[in-house]
Structure formats: C-alpha cells, structure tokens
C-alpha cells in the first residue's frame, strides 16, 4: 500500500507540473549574449553557442562571438570613454586584462573578474623544406629566437642559426620571412612575454599584445591566425607564431625550443607526453603555477603579470597562455535572461562536458585549483531574478520539457549530421592510414620522366632492370619527347604554378635561360651532366664520301644551296658524281630538339655570316618544298633512310647503328673527320675535357647552365658538334612521396655510375672523371624527405640484407633477360661465324690450287650459305 501510494503521490505531481507549465509558460524572448575576443577558442565557443541553441527550447535565443584577438576583445570589453560601459556582454583573451584596461575599468567605477578557462600553448612554426633541417629538427634557443624576431638575425644560415643547428643545410644568404600579428594579439603577447622574461638584453621590443615591429622587406604584418597560417604555409623559408593547434591541425613544421629542464621538445611532443600526474606538458604548466601560488586567489584583482611562461617540469612546454573569460561583477543592467543565458554559457564551458571538448581544438583543460567562478558568481551583483537555465543530460520526464532546460536531448541537424561526419572522417582517416602503410610496404613505386630522344632505350634498359631487380613493384617510364618538350613539361608553366609534370627532365641541351628564370622560389633546378654524344651529319647520297665545313653546311639547312651539283658542294668534293640538278631534301626536327640545338648553336659559332636563323632547340626553318620537318629521332631516321638524295641530323650513335653514310666535317684543328673516326680516336670525350680545362661549366649546379657547350673545342681528333646530357632535377625533394624521391635517387646515381656500362653500350661517351664529380656534386646538393629509406643496389650477395625491401638486386632476374641474354649471344656467334666464313671465301677465291676463279662466285655464295646454315644449327642444337 505504502508503494502505491507513493506512485500515485509522483503522478499527481508530474500533473500538476504539467498544468502549471501550461499555464504559466515562460517565455523567452530575443535573448542575446555576445562577446568578442581572442581568436584561439573561437572554434569552441562557437560549438557551445550553436549546442546551446540547438538544446534550448526557445526559439530567439542568440549567442555570439566575434574572433577579433585578445587586444580587441579588451579593448570592447573596457568600452569607450567618457562613460566606459562595455560594448559586449563578456571578453575573452589568452592573456590577463592589461593593467593600464584594468585600471580605467576599476576608474570608471566598474569591477570585473577573471575567469579562467583554458590551457594552450603558443607554437613557433617554420617552412624551411624538411630536408634542409634534417631529421633532428630545428632548434631555437630563447636567444636566437629573440634575435630573429627583432630582426638581428636575417638569413637562415646565419652562424648563430648553424650553431644550433649544425645540419641545417640551405641555399646561402636564405633570408628569414618573419610573420608578425598585427592589432592586439595575445600570440604576441604570449611571444613577446616569453622573450622578455628569458632574453631581454636580445629582445628590446617589450611585453604586450601590440608592439612596434621592425619594417625590412623580409617582414610581413599579418591579419589573425588565418593571416598567420597562410603566412607560414604560403611563404618558403618562413617563421612565424602561432596557436599550437592551429599549426597541428594545418601539419606545419614546428621549431623546437629548450624548457626550463634543458629538454628540446616542440608543442606537439609536449601535448603527447604525460607526468606523473597525468598531466601533459601544457598542463604540466598550470600545475606548477597553482604550486607556486603563481595564480592570484581574487579573480578581481588585477592579474596583469600572470603569464605561465618557463614553468619546471621535463615535458613542460615554455610558452602557455591561459585563456580568460572577462566578466562584469555589476551585470545589473541585464535582464534576467541575458544574466541566466550568460552563467549557463560559463557554466558549461567550465563543466566536464565543455572542458572535455577542449582537447578537440588542441586546448587543455583547467586544473580544479582555478575554477574559482563559483565563488565569483556568488559575489557577483545581480538583477533581482536571474533566470535559472538548467542542463539535462539524463532524461527528465516533465521537467526536461521546460523553456529553461538546455537538454542534452535535443539536437539540430546540422550538429548532427557534422558529429556523423566526424565519426566518418575519423574513420576514413584510418583506413588510409591503413592503406598508406599497406603501399609504403607493398605499393607501386611511380618514376617518370621525359625529354631527348636520344637516351630513350639506355634508360628503358635501365628502368626495366630496376624493375627487374627490386623487391617491391615499381613503375618507371621515359617519355622520348625531344629535350624541348622535356624543359617545358619539367619546368611546369604559369597555370600549375611552375610545379613539374615529371619526376625529372632530361635533355642534350642546359635549361633555356627563359624556363630557368620562371621557375620560382622553392622550384629551383640542378643540372646533372651524365653523358657525352655527338650530333652527326648524315645524308643517303647513293655511293658517294662527302665532305663539308660549317658554312657549306649553314648554306644547305639555309636553303641558300638546294642541289647536289653545286659548285660549293663540288669545290670540297670534287669526286662527287650526282644527276645533274638533283635536289637536297633537307630533314629537321620539329618541336624543341637537343640536335637541332647542337647543330645550329655549331652553325652560329663557325659561321655566323651565313647561318643567321639563331642557335636553339627550335629555330624557325625555310619552307621550300626540299625543306621537310619529321619527329623525333625515328622520324630523321625514316627520312634518310627512305628518301635518296636526302641530309638531316642525328645523334651519332643512332646514324652509325643503322650503318647510314656520314659527313665529314672540318674541325678547329682544320681536321677532316666523321664523329665515328672522332670517337674512335677519343674525340668526345677531348671536347669534355677542353670544357672542363676551359671553366665551361659553371661550379654550382644550381646556377643558370643556359649558355654552356661544348662546339668546335680544340685538339686534332676532337669532334666539332658535342651535346652534353642532362638529368634536370628538381633541388628540393622534401615533399615528394618518399619512395618516389627514393626510386629518383636510385636511377640517378645508377645513370650517374654506370657500373654495367650501358653509355657505352648504347653509343654515348662515357664522361670523364672530372664531369662525373660535377654530377656528384650536382646530385648531393638535392633535399630528399627526411627519415626517406634510400634503396640500394646489391651486386655481390648480401646474405639477408639483400632480401630487405629496399634492395634493388642484381640477383633478380626475369625469364625475358635470361633469354635475351642467350639470343645476343647467338648472334654474335654467327656474327663471328660469318666473318670467319668471309674471310674462308675470299681465301678460296684467290687460291689458285683450287681452281676457282672470280667467275665462281655463285658457288662461293653457296658454300658461305651452307656453312652459315650448318653453324646455326648447331648453335640452336646447343640451345
């Protein structure tokens, strides 16, 4: 009985609950609250406000905030003289009430309290490429950092910068981009603070949230974080401060500082670590302030020198702010909702809830020991009723049905469908972090490149070993698209921002000076020589020797001469027999080529008077009908091949493989030789080393290569027309996928080294000693990501190393190789048979014990044909 009775006791309360509510309703009607100020918790008062809207049954309430920085948010909290009535209904700062805005608030007869809410920590943040730190990041004492941000220290490689950071590697004279804040900051603040307290003899610009910046050119005022973070990413070589969140949230590189225990940390390892109280390094902070009773115990005094700057601890951070909630003591002058609204908003950013949600903006929590807005509250003066907003977070039958309930069971959509978004990014982000791991371990691995035709089957050879070789799968190609196009897809053009197309560039030709001069900071080139070649004259005149010094030749490609007969052409050939009047059909390369480089740079240098068409990779040529434009190297190759009569320009090595006629030309030395005799006699490679005995290449890499080559170069056997080949690689590889930078290392020292001697193999001149240093050098000077896993070459057997997955191994092999290797074999066997049988022949021939005569030819055909028959069979008998 007595339980009954007490169940009908609760209903008729919650009846009478209900009839009471309906009524006499409360209203609320057009409730606003605003504040304004640090834009640091900005992201989280702006959840809480639209939560409280969305929980809250009235439909006109309205909270809002305006980020404007701490010195703002005081300056509208103070208010405007005469009267000083505050502009806002509460401020906000990560740095106390100055105490000149203190003093005018308590002058003008108003009293106001400090309401402490969170913990952060203000970051220094870098764009200097990874690479050029190094992996053990960059370090910056107190001191430096004060010489740096007042403008002593200027340039990254500064010797106080290197002391520091000894493998700080970076172009000389690197100036410092310096981001400062502009108007009332309490980053500044925090900043400025910290340097004061720790180095004023190198700081000399004071403590505040304002202060006067140096104006050299390499400093750049900048409007709130959101200035602050476009700064810092936008600018390369930049520094700047920042809201540690902030920089972690955009993935910014941080610099290191050194805490009052001697440790170098950044904010992002500070925030990770955990005392022995469970305090990480930002809370670490206010712990030891409460300790050391460095809080005051009014939160309406004045508390202009409370600054959490160097506090102990091993994992301490050095620069925290504590952020405020400035309130009015007197709030009279609200309604009683407005005064309700703004206790519930405080309430809440200080209960579990909103000091749980902190984390989630990169902010800490409070310790206990400074939540004093209890006792604050009840200090306060009021208004005679203060509407009483209650939170449910469990459900209130009734109850949580009120107008006044803040309940946790309502919701907006909008807040929902973003918390459902969180959940799914979280999730997401996890399996790519997954997935990334799964192809750091198992992925492809993508190189590409383009440029000169000429290098096109070395490097697929190449390329085609690496992917032999390695463990894990790669993919690497080279589009043979003529080194002009190759310049141009590496530099990127104005639409892209200059970013590359390609991995790397390759051409037999240095950057043009104009593609070299657009690339921008941050985009800067090395030129890597790796090869010699020679540019032949080739022509399929029918059984004739030609000959033709540089301005005969300028004539022909000028279409000044357009027959063979000539009489310019017979004056250095007379043997020549020709039909008579019979057109030259002049070939030339379409589009940008490193041949058409090499002959008409040759052509301006020998003979200038005639050749007046200029020297590059594309020339503006005539337009006779003798006068026919083919792409690429096969498209020269097909011409003179197929068109008698015809002349062009080639990479030697490719003319001499397809055994075509060649003209000789007429070196310095007054030499008359064809690049083959010039090779054979070392001829290239004396072009290379009167380069290098003449300074012809340039000492840093880096540097414009445009005006570099190596035509008409002294010594009697030395040919007239040498390219040297380059690899253009981009100097800063630190944000390329780490196993592409890799693979790119890889294949440029394979191509650089040559150990298998593929130059050779496929026509070029290998390049002497001396070039190979400059390689070297050009190639050590390139950034790769830090911590990148290099691959290396295994040639002699590596017990377990050489299964690691880095390995490129020469003990792989595929089936293809093998059988290659065993087919090239072969025909060098016939090829030894066939001579061999020739020279049989042409014993037999001119043996007269034989009885054969010049007569017998047929039968000595015959026999040849026999022999190599039965040679052949036996060799696949073998196979």
Request: proline share 5%; net charge negative; with cysteine.
């Amino acid at each position: 009985l007595g339980s009954d009775l007490r169940q009908g006791v609760f209903r008729m309360e919650r009846w009478l609950f209900c009839i009471f509510a309906l009524a006499f309703p409360v209203t609320l009607n057009g409730v606003e609250v605003h504040g304004s100020g640090t834009t640091n918790p900005s992201k989280f008062f702006w959840k809480i406000m639209e939560t409280f809207e969305a929980r809250l049954k009235g439909p006109d309430v309205r909270l809002t905030y305006r980020a404007v920085g701490s010195g703002t948010g005081q300056a509208e909290f103070v208010g405007d003289a005469p009267g000083y009535q505050a502009l806002t209904h509460f401020g906000s700062g990560d740095i106390p009430m100055s105490s000149d805005r203190y003093a005018t608030i308590t002058g003008s007869g108003r009293q106001m309290a400090h309401v402490p809410f969170s913990l952060g920590a203000i970051g220094i943040f870098h764009s200097v490429p990874e690479g050029e730190v190094g992996v053990d990041g960059l370090k910056m004492s107190s001191c430096l950092l004060a010489k740096v941000f007042s403008g002593q220290v200027t340039q990254w490689d500064d010797p106080d910068i290197l002391a520091e950071n000894p493998n700080l590697r970076v172009p000389s004279g690197t100036k410092i981009q310096v981001g400062h804040r502009t108007l009332g900051s309490s980053s500044t603040g925090g900043l400025a603070g910290y340097l004061e307290l720790k180095c004023s003899a190198s700081w000399g610009l004071g403590a505040g949230s304002s202060l006067t910046w140096p104006t050299s050119d390499s400093f750049t005022a900048v409007e709130g974080s959101p200035g602050m973070l476009d700064h810092i990413s936008g600018a390369k070589y930049a520094i700047g401060y920042l809201d540690a969140g902030h920089g972690h949230q955009r993935q910014l590189n941080e610099v290191m500082l050194m805490n009052k225990d001697r440790e170098w940390l950044t904010s992002l390892q500070s925030m990770g670590a955990t005392d022995g109280n469970g305090n990480n390094g930002v809370a670490a902070a206010g712990a030891a302030a409460v300790a050391a009773n460095a809080i005051p115990s009014s939160a309406t005094d004045d508390w202009s020198s409370v600054n959490l700057f160097d506090q102990s601890g091993p994992s301490t951070w050095p620069i925290v702010l504590v952020s405020y909630i400035y309130i009015n003591t007197d709030i009279t002058n609200m309604t009683a909702d407005e005064a309700g609204l703004l206790k519930a908003f405080v309430d809440f950013v200080l209960s579990t809830e909103g000091q749980g949600m902190l984390p989630d903006f990169s902010f800490n929590g409070i310790p206990s020991a400074m939540n004093q807005f209890s006792s604050v509250w009840a200090s306060m003066t009021k208004p005679a009723t203060v509407t009483d907003f209650a939170f449910e977070s469990s459900t209130q039958p009734l109850v949580g049905q009120g107008e006044n309930i803040i309940s946790e069971k309502r919701n907006s959509y909008s807040l929902w469908k973003l918390s459902e978004m969180e959940i799914q990014l979280q999730e997401v982000e996890a399996r790519l972090h997954v997935t990334e791991r799964h192809l750091n371990d198992y992925g492809i691995v993508p190189l590409h490149g383009s440029g000169t035709t000429n290098p096109r089957n070395w490097f697929a050879k190449a390329m085609q070993q690496m992917e032999e070789r390695a463990r894990v799968p790669m993919l690497l190609t080279y589009r043979a698209v003529g080194s002009g196009t190759g310049q141009q897809e590496f530099a990127g053009q104005s639409s892209n921002g200059y970013k590359s197309y390609s991995h790397f560039g390759c051409g037999d030709i240095p950057m043009s000076e104009s593609l070299f001069r657009s690339l921008p900071s941050g985009e800067e080139m090395v030129h890597v020589p790796f090869a010699l070649g020679a540019i032949g004259i080739f022509h399929s005149v029918p059984g004739a020797t030609i000959s033709a010094d540089a301005c005969l030749l300028a004539k022909i490609f000028n279409g000044d001469i357009e027959t063979w007969d000539h009489p310019d052409i017979k004056v250095q050939n007379p043997s020549l027999t020709v039909p008579a009047g019979q057109r030259i059909i002049v070939g030339h390369r379409t589009l940008g080529s490193s041949s058409t480089g090499g002959l008409t740079g040759y052509l301006s240098k020998r003979c200038p008077t005639v050749w007046q068409r200029g020297a590059g990779s594309s020339v503006t040529w005539p337009t006779g009908e003798s006068s026919v434009a083919v792409e690429g190297s096969p498209g020269m190759q097909a011409l003179i091949r197929d068109r008698p009569y015809s002349i062009g320009y080639l990479d030697a090595g490719h003319g001499h493989d397809l055994n075509f006629a060649e003209i000789s030309l007429v070196n310095q030395a007054t030499t008359k030789l064809t690049s083959l005799q010039s090779i054979t006699r070392g001829g290239v490679a004396a072009a290379a080393t009167q380069g290098i005995a003449q300074n012809v290449f340039p000492a840093n890499p880096a540097d414009d290569w445009s005006a570099v080559n190596l035509y008409d170069m002294p010594g009697p056997d030395t040919w007239p027309i040498v390219l040297v080949s380059y690899l253009y690689v981009k100097k800063d590889q630190s944000q390329t996928n780490p196993k592409t930078a890799a693979a790119l290392k890889a294949f440029t020292e394979l191509i650089i080294e040559d150990d298998e001697k593929l130059c050779e193999e496929f026509g070029f001149t290998a390049p002497s000693a001396e070039m190979k240093t400059l390689a070297r050098g050009a190639l050590s000077s390139v950034v790769y990501p830090a911590g990148m896993e290099e691959f290396i070459f295994e040639s002699s057997t590596m017990p377990y190393d050489g299964m690691g997955d880095n390995v490129i191994s020469s003990k792989r092999h595929n089936y293809d190789e093998y059988d290659r290797a065993v087919l090239e074999g072969r025909i060098d066997a016939l090829e030894a048979a066939l001579a061999e049988l020739r020279s049989t022949v042409t014993t037999h021939r001119h043996n007269p014990s034989t009885g054969t005569t010049e007569g017998g030819q047929g039968g000595d055909d015959t026999l040849l044909q026999m022999q190599m028959h039965e040679h052949e069979h036996e060799h696949e008998h073998e196979h």
